[in-house]
């Protein structure tokens, strides 16, 4: 008995030695594993970078809502590279809604050197999870123009919005509209505007902690492209204008042709665009009583009121479509369209009134009424006559000696009947 009390503290210090040593080898394990894990090749993390650049339109927005939407699949941040003047407020409200509920990480970063987030371009950097600018760029004059009153406030409430949603200061972000403030990237950082100034990809993922993570580029698709093109404020007026003209021009001539399905198309084309702009029922009834008027004076006699009412109602309601609050449709591509809707009209106009005012083709047995003939032989009551170079039996209830110049005053069957010329 004494010996194996002597032995059993041996016995035990040997069981705790054991256990230390297989502790510390699964430890070792795990620390491994994941190294191995986290080297394996193929697994790193994944952003995604798009480009915005020129006018802030349809396309833009349908471009980013996409994008967005695959960068949430993929479960990978989005970098957005800002270049813009402005655009559409529709097309901006899209794209901040969008971005406001995105279940991913969203930079916007205004990039290269030089670039600018004006307007638009302000309220979509304001939106993002982490703003950034590079260097020597600018953001901000955000005012609306004309700046009517209740224009401005309900923009100066929204950026407001925007910008305490994200924690940036409200009073500074109210200026770019208030008082069409810019700034350069370093006063945007020391007012809290922008959480830091890059000029590559290296410190935008080092900041949202991806150094490591692999960069890929979204590239916008071909529908994107037409879509920024039909939602131009200057090309849907020139689709109105031309889709008038071809239905202006298919009325004038019988049958559905070219002009008629061209037109047709691009008033569709340009009734989609009008959605783009704030359209009032003022302006779209002036449109549709100026394209009645023009109309009415195609197929109406008269020195051309009706025509030149078209127009200025045109001119009126064209006038009044144009409140987009940033984007101001240039008044010298106006101007142009409308003269040349008064030209075109007025070159048309002038073909329909001569054609009107034409004799019309007569064929068959009406075209021979009225033809006047030489007799070939004498007619008591009948004989033969000479008409268009062509010889007739020809019959008349008074004799007609040869020679004689007679007119047709009737047909029957193959034979004519004339009178001799008065």
């Not at 032995?7 to 297989?22: A, E, H, K």
């Not at 967005?68 to 809604?97: C, H, W, Y």
């Not at 479509?321 to 591509?333: C, L, S």
């Amino acid at each position: 008995m004494g010996d194996l009390n002597l032995r059993s503290p041996n016995r035990r210090r040997d069981g705790c030695t054991r256990v230390r040593i297989l502790a510390f080898l699964a430890l070792l394990a795990i620390v491994c594993s994941s190294a191995a894990v986290r080297a394996r090749p193929g697994k790193r993390e994944l952003v995604y970078a798009i480009k915005i650049e020129g006018t802030i339109d349809a396309g833009v927005a349908n471009f980013v809502e996409r994008s967005i939407a695959k960068a949430e699949r993929d479960n990978a941040a989005l970098i957005m590279k800002l270049n813009t003047p402005g655009g559409l407020v529709s097309a901006t409200k899209d794209i901040v809604d969008r971005m406001l509920t995105a279940r991913t990480t969203i930079v916007a970063w205004v990039t290269p050197e030089g670039a600018w987030a004006y307007s638009a371009g302000t309220y979509i950097l304001l939106a993002s999870n982490v703003a950034a600018m590079d260097l020597g760029t600018v953001l901000g004059a955000a005012q609306p123009q004309p700046a009517e009153n209740k224009t401005v406030e309900a923009m100066i409430g929204w950026i407001r919005e925007i910008a305490t949603y994200r924690g940036r200061p409200a009073d500074v972000a109210e200026e770019f509209v208030t008082k069409n403030r810019t700034m350069g990237p370093q006063e945007a950082l020391e007012s809290g505007i922008i959480d830091l100034t890059a000029d590559g990809y290296d410190e935008l993922l080092n900041y949202i902690d991806l150094s490591n993570a692999e960069v890929r580029t979204i590239e916008m698709g071909a529908f994107d492209r037409v879509l920024r093109i039909l939602s131009d404020p200057q090309v849907v007026l020139i689709l109105f204008i031309a889709g008038l003209l071809g239905i202006i021009a298919e009325v004038t001539t019988p049958g559905v042709g070219v002009p008629g399905i061209a037109g047709g198309i691009c008033l569709l084309l340009a009734l989609w665009g009008l959605g783009v702009l704030e359209v009032n029922y003022a302006a779209v009834a002036l449109i549709i009583l100026g394209t009645i008027l023009l109309g009415i004076e195609i197929f109406t006699p008269g020195f051309g009121a009706f025509g030149v009412g078209g127009i200025v109602s045109l001119i009126f309601g064209f006038m009044m479509i144009d409140k987009e609050p940033w984007v101001r449709v240039a008044g010298d591509i106006l101007k142009g369209v409308l003269l040349g809707l008064v030209i075109v009209f007025a070159f048309l106009l002038a073909i329909v009134r001569r054609s009107l005012r034409r004799k019309p083709i007569k064929v068959g047995r009406e075209a021979m009424i009225g033809e006047v003939g030489t007799a070939v032989t004498a007619i008591d009551p009948k004989g033969m006559v000479r008409v268009r170079g062509e010889l007739w039996t020809a019959s008349s209830k008074e004799r007609i000696r040869k020679g004689e110049e007679v007119v047709v005053v009737d047909v029957k069957g193959m034979e004519l009947i004339v009178e001799r010329r008065k």
